[in-house]
């Protein structure tokens, strides 16, 4: 099937070569690195976390957002889907490789990352991470390739397949809670040790995911004649309304049970994200900008997807609105989350972390490498879509 | 019997078996990952207890387990004490001294009590400990979460409880770092070789990519010496380091003249070093 990747327009090859320009920057950035070590990053024994691993727990929940359209699609029999379940499935094998890629890019030693499997410790719960980020990889990978196979001999898949394809959803919640598990075990890290980070990983995660599907299905419709159909399309937004919500609500309940109980440990990160944190005199706050973007898209995003005349009239506004709450999730959980909660540090110090242009490359790259894969991936399927219709 | 109540009971059965299951695997699995547990049934302490030689179980005489004590009031009298240590441990393990602070690597250094201790704050502190500082350095907690985190037990308890680092294993991954409630751990973000100045070549020099900290001189502790730190400080006895688990250690008679408290015992590491404020 991968020859329906090689047959494209104009805007295909040049698409794929705006891509490429980003990865060839990042794989030089990339040798830079591994060169000379990650000091070539903003990193510091302060803030041991920055945009690597707060990239990759975004999109560990991209991956598992895949999860709305499948378990609709297999457990509800829900029709509608059909015919972008593997839309669903794709992203989540973009995404899982972006993952992986950006826990390589965050290793000090990467050579000695099969150390993992050699040594497997299942105390640790990134040994765990590993196991069920690959799992759900391989499922997802084999499910989207038997059930597309399938479809295009216009033949009922395998019936074995199914129970693969009845695994994967308990494999997409376990992703995203594990990484969850990487932050909410850890003593005295007031901001991540809570119950409720991997609900809040969660809903974030079902609403940003089908928020991105959405509107790569709405380009598909445009840029290669691909229509998910109305009420898939409605469906996927009433979920993400919910789960959007539902993450709200969440963060809410952190900033109540921070501000009435009054333990500075509970406040300080929420404060040093949303309004800045005084400390010796000095004002710390260069990620309240980033902060308060995630709130006034979320309602823009919330705004535009739930008004029946914005949701309904045209695709740009349902685009933008599901655009809007996929940013918005973004800076959440792809930025305020893991760099907040590394200040104030444990000795009470405060250390700001500011990316170098080598990091924000690499960083980049790697979304560029994910979008190459899902663009290759996405147009095998609709490919084979086509030749169905013709 | 009617039918709702054989059912019922089918249930209630089978899901206290369940349940009476469950625990017993957790348990067993708390037990296995060597974690001594303050509370728990009464079978559970004994366990922990042969297996851990904590303060937080009772010790283990036939096993040492290493720890330190801290006289802040010495530092205070002799504010030149702190350099001398922070120097000779720095020197003794070739720890780098990079120019730029982003980089820094550090084992033992001097701070505030406000930074040692910020689960203790106090608006009315007395002078000398505002305006003194006390040395802080990797705790090696009895119950060390860096351990746990670890994906590759790079990181590692011994048996003399010392917390040790495998540089040759560590793929750099700094969860320890993050699980690290006392901001013990650095990392070497370049090259540390040509930032170590007369190398000491007793000790292994750093790679890039991998984590360090204190290892409370284990390779001289090995050879019946005393912690590079502790030697530093001469007669004054500002540090003291011994074994935990005998009773007749210089360390517990000074453990037992004089009331001693822990960086953030609440988080249940149990840690190794001590503080006399």
Not at chain 1, 24 to 41: E, S
Not at chain 1, 152 to 160: A, D, G, I, L, N
Not at chain 2, 226 to 237: H, Y
Request: net charge neutral.
């Amino acid at each position: 099937m991968f020859e329906k990747a090689l047959k494209g327009n104009n805007y295909y090859w040049m698409w794929l070569a705006f891509l490429g320009f980003f990865i060839a920057v990042a794989a030089v950035c990339y040798l830079r690195q591994y060169f000379y070590g990650l000091g070539l990053t903003g990193m510091s024994r302060d803030v041991s976390w920055g945009l690597y691993i707060s990239q990759f727990t975004f999109l560990v929940g991209v991956a598992a957002g895949g999860v709305m359209l499948v378990l609709p699609y297999y457990i509800h029999n829900f029709k509608a889907f059909g015919k972008i379940t593997i839309l669903g499935e794709f992203l989540a094998i973009a995404s899982l490789l972006m993952c992986l890629m950006f826990i390589m890019a965050d290793l000090g030693q990467p050579l000695r990352g099969l150390n993992v499997m050699l040594y497997p410790t299942p105390g640790s719960m990134l040994f765990w991470d590993m196991c069920v980020l690959w799992g759900y990889l391989i499922l997802n990978a084999l499910c989207g390739w038997v059930i597309l196979t399938a479809e295009r001999k216009q033949v009922h898949p395998p019936k074995w397949i199914y129970f693969f394809v009845y695994l994967s959803i308990p494999f997409a919640f376990s992703i995203h809670t594990v990484t969850a598990m990487l932050y909410c075990g850890l003593p005295g890290r007031h901001f991540w040790l809570s119950a409720i980070i991997a609900p809040r990983f969660l809903a974030s995660a079902f609403a940003a995911g089908p928020a991105l599907i959405v509107v790569m299905a709405l380009i598909l419709k445009k840029v290669a004649n691909f229509d998910a159909g109305k009420e898939a399309i409605n469906k996927m937004v009433t979920i993400i309304i919910y789960a959007a919500l539902a993450n709200m609500f969440f963060v809410g309940l952190e900033f109540f049970v921070g501000f009435y109980s009054n333990i500075p440990g509970h406040k300080h990160t929420l404060q040093y994200l949303f309004f800045g944190l005084e400390h010796h005199g000095h004002i710390y706050n260069n990620l309240v900008p980033f902060m308060w973007g995630f709130v006034v898209l979320f309602f823009v995003g919330i705004a535009l997807i739930s008004h029946p005349y914005t949701r309904k009239q045209s695709d740009l506004w349902l685009g933008l609105g599901c655009a809007s709450i996929f940013i918005a999730f973004w800076l959440d959980k792809g930025i305020g989350f893991v760099l907040g909660g590394f200040v104030p540090t444990p000795i009470d110090e405060i250390v700001e972390y500011y990316p170098t242009f080598n990091e924000l490359f690499i960083t980049i790259g790697i979304w560029a490498t994910g979008f190459f894969i899902l663009t290759i991936l996405y147009k095998i399927a609709i490919g084979v879509e086509h030749e169905i219709e013709a | 019997m009617d039918e709702k109540r054989r059912n019922f009971l089918k249930v209630a059965g089978i899901s206290t078996l369940a349940g009476l299951g469950g625990t017993a695997v957790v348990g067993r699995l708390v037990a296995g990952s060597g974690i001594a547990h303050a509370s728990g049934s009464a079978g559970h302490e004994v366990e922990a207890a042969k297996k851990s030689s904590g303060h937080g179980a009772a010790p283990d005489p036939s096993v040492n387990r290493y720890g330190m004590v801290i006289d802040i009031k010495k530092f205070q009298q002799d504010p030149s004490l702190g350099e001398k240590i922070v120097a000779a441990c720095h020197s003794v393990h070739n720890v780098p001294q990079f120019p730029e602070k982003k980089d820094e690597i550090k084992w033992i250094w001097m701070t505030q009590f406000e930074n040692a201790f910020p689960e203790k704050p106090n608006v009315y502190l007395d002078e000398a400990t505002e305006e003194h500082q006390l040395p802080i350095l990797c705790n090696h907690c009895d119950s060390p979460p860096c351990v746990r985190a670890c994906p590759t037990k790079a990181t590692f308890r011994n048996k003399d409880g010392i917390v040790m680092m495998d540089y040759h294993r560590c793929i750099g991954c700094r969860f320890c770092m993050a699980a690290c409630p006392y901001g013990s751990r650095s990392f070497n973000w370049r090259d540390p070789a040509e930032f170590v100045k007369d190398a000491n070549h007793i000790y292994p020099r750093r790679m890039r990519g991998v984590v360090e900290k204190c290892n409370f001189c284990d390779e001289r502790v090995g050879a019946g010496k005393l912690p590079a730190c502790v030697e530093a400080c001469g007669e004054s006895k500002a540090l003291v380091f011994g074994n935990l688990n005998d009773p007749n250690s210089e360390i517990r008679k000074v453990l037992k003249e004089n009331h001693t408290i822990q960086r953030n015992p609440s988080l249940g590491t149990l840690p190794s070093v001590f503080y006399i404020v």
